[in-house]
């Protein structure tokens, strides 16, 4: 399976999970191990929060694309809003001191950690994030 496969929703938060629940569902059915769908998940649930609450500033009107295909290692996932990008270079780093105790923030810090790749679109509303199938250790 190597065909982008692309959806749509509208800039409303309950929405997320659908997208979160479908993609893993298709992680499931093509072996991925449950330390990398966990992580999909979690960087998935961020991409689309951010798109909705900072990109299209949770504009019902407005879209979100979400487009990810499977290949035979990865997959990748791209998040796409209708809003004016951000500068992803410059972003506050979460973890100084002053910033700990805010309660939003670690968003991209979190699809970082938990991801093999991310990237941003050069006007910032759009982000592609790739993780590997992963392997599940055998209990002996």
């Known amino acids: 399976m190597d065909a982008w496969h692309s959806l749509k929703i509208p800039s409303?938060?309950?929405?997320?999970?659908?997208?979160?629940?479908?993609?893993?569902?298709?992680?499931?059915?093509?072996d991925f191990s449950g330390n990398a769908?966990?992580?999909?998940?979690?960087?998935?649930?961020?991409?689309?929060?951010?798109?909705i609450k900072h990109g299209n500033r949770q504009d019902p009107d407005k879209q979100v694309s979400v487009k990810f295909r499977i290949e035979n290692s990865s997959v990748t996932i791209s998040v796409r809003d209708e809003g004016?990008?951000?500068?992803?270079?410059n972003l506050p780093d979460p973890t100084a001191p002053d910033r700990l105790e805010l309660p939003s923030g670690r968003g991209v810090l979190l699809m970082r950690s938990y991801m093999d790749q991310v990237t941003y679109n050069d006007k910032g509303n759009e982000v592609t994030i790739v993780k590997g199938r992963g392997v599940e250790k055998c209990a002996q």
């Open 12 to 30: 409303i938060p309950e929405k997320i999970h659908d997208v979160e629940a479908s993609v893993a569902e298709v992680l499931e059915e093509h």
């Open 37 to 51: 769908i966990f992580a999909v998940r979690l960087a998935l649930a961020e991409a689309l929060a951010n798109a």
């Open 84 to 89: 004016e990008g951000f500068d992803y270079n």
